[in-house]
């Protein structure tokens, strides 16, 4: 059982925004920075979004995250084909001294 | 650039052992912490353990602890995990992955797979 909380599953049409929240404590998501991975079909993950809201050198400005208390959430606009993939959430947890991950949320667009 | 390259993994029965290794380059190695992370089939990622830069300090999820051992060689530029009393549970994919403190799991290997079978 995952610490984090991600929905299983979600979908969005091309050019919709979706989003993807995450669900965590007061010792991870309430205490630290949240990242996010996005790991394409057959693929290894690859880090999308750090410390809660900054992307990455080549993640496009599509991609956006936010943190409120313990939740944070990952936003997605103008969705597009090549953004079907698994998106997991993680952070590191001050009680466990270990980083925790969510069950992951797997992206489809119809 | 950088590249992290696993291997080692492969079809094991349940009780035996397997040592994976990363092998690190494009960056200097000793100066960052390595993770182990893995993801059953049809599940999301675990992180299972992590090691200092100097190599003197680990941490390993309650779920492995015991079992598994992280190690590095920073003069060869690799990172290892040795499992032992393998149970069908550990089967996954494993990947290394470079730690960027709070930045997270900056760059990630490729993954070895890791089949026990009873």
């Known amino acids: 059982q995952s610490m984090l909380t991600q929905p299983p599953s979600t979908s969005g049409t091309p050019g919709q925004r979706v989003t993807i929240s995450c669900s965590g404590s007061?010792?991870?998501?309430?205490?630290?920075?949240v990242n996010w991975y996005q790991q394409l079909p057959g693929t290894a993950p690859k880090r999308l979004i750090n410390?809660?809201?900054q992307r990455p050198s080549g993640v496009p400005a599509r991609f956006s995250g936010s943190k409120s208390g313990t939740s944070a959430s990952l936003a997605i606009s103008g969705l597009q084909s090549e953004d079907e993939a698994d998106y997991h959430c993680a952070a590191w947890d001050d009680s466990l001294n270990t980083w925790v991950f969510g069950g992951g949320t797997q992206l489809t667009v119809l | 650039q950088v590249q992290l390259v696993e291997s080692g993994g492969g079809l094991v029965k349940s009780g035996g052992s397997l040592r994976l290794s990363c092998a690190a380059s494009?960056?200097?190695?000793?100066?960052?912490?390595m993770s182990w992370i893995r993801q059953a089939p049809g599940k999301g990622l675990e992180w299972i353990s992590f090691?200092?830069?100097?190599?003197?300090?680990?941490k390993y999820a309650d779920s492995v602890r015991a079992r598994f051992t992280i190690s590095r060689d920073n003069a060869k530029n690799s990172l290892y995990l040795q499992i032992y009393s393998l149970r069908a549970e550990d089967t996954a994919v494993y990947y290394c992955?470079?730690?960027?403190?709070?930045?997270?799991?900056?760059?990630w290997g490729q993954g070895t797979p890791v089949t026990v079978s009873s």
């Open positions: 494009g960056f200097t190695f000793s100066d960052f912490y």
């Open positions: 410390s809660n809201d």
């Open positions: 007061s010792s991870n998501i309430g205490s630290n920075v």
């Open positions: 090691i200092t830069s100097s190599g003197t300090y680990t």
């Open positions: 992955a470079r730690e960027a403190g709070d930045l997270g799991f900056d760059f």
